[in-house]
């Protein structure tokens, strides 16, 4: 993941937020999507590994994150195939996605701006707006769905480049976004920077039991 797209999910206080539930949990890891595959962070080291071979032992896992992943991986089964095998019986699963539910009246106006990265290329857009049915069909007690309307700051027109690129690579908003879509999303934000105005980042947390 890029310095870029890390600040992005530090700012959102994504990390923080999605892993709260894991708190109590014993062995923990989280899973991240980093360019085609996804990055498996256990204790202090990290890997890049497959979604459908993950390099961990059979009910060896008490609890696991799985943050911005789950729209972007091209074998959803065999990454859920793969979670049932590392967690344990009644382990906890956290998944986080992006949101596309506009909570307030001050968001209403960025609808119509957004458009092109709501609308994206998801690879699985089934894992938004119906995450909580993919995580039944596969065998998992889904015990909370929360939506969070995140915010960054867009104090002037030169940080709205950098908040589209590091956006589509932390896959808050779809990274196959092409580049007409990325333009027009620039221009948009663009439009809408200034002293105190902030970017609607909505995310989605679902917690669920093994």
């Known amino acids: 993941m890029t310095a ?14 999605a892993t709260a539930p894991l708190r109590d949990a014993g062995a923990v ?6 360019a085609g595959s996804l990055l ?5 080291g990290a890997a890049r590994v497959a979604p459908s071979a993950l390099p961990v032992a059979t009910n060896a896992v008490d609890g696991l994150a799985l943050l911005l992943a789950l729209p ?31 909570r307030s009246t001050a968001d209403l106006r960025w609808r119509s701006a957004l ?8 690879r699985h857009r089934s894992a938004l707006d119906r995450a909580g049915w993919l995580l039944s069909a596969a065998d998992f007690a889904v015990l909370g769905d929360d939506r969070v309307p995140f915010a960054l700051p867009l ?15 932390a896959a808050v908003w ?32 679902l917690v669920a039991r093994r």
């Open 174 to 205: 779809p990274p196959g976004l092409g580049p007409d879509a990325r333009a027009e999303l620039t221009a948009a934000l663009v439009e809408h920077a200034g002293p105190g105005r902030r970017l609607p980042v909505p995310l989605r947390r």
């Open 72 to 102: 972007v991986v091209d074998d959803v089964d065999g990454l859920f195939a793969e979670l049932r095998r590392v967690l344990r019986p009644g382990a906890t699963l956290v998944v986080v996605v992006p949101s596309v539910v506009v």
């Open 4 to 17: 870029p797209a890390r600040d992005v999910l530090h700012r959102l206080a994504a990390a923080d937020w």
């Open 29 to 34: 890891g989280t899973l991240r999507p980093r």
């Open 40 to 44: 498996l962070h256990r204790g202090a």
């Open 155 to 169: 104090p002037t027109s030169d940080t709205a480049g950098s908040a589209v690129d590091a956006l589509t690579a």
């Open 115 to 122: 458009r092109p990265a709501h609308r994206g290329p998801w």
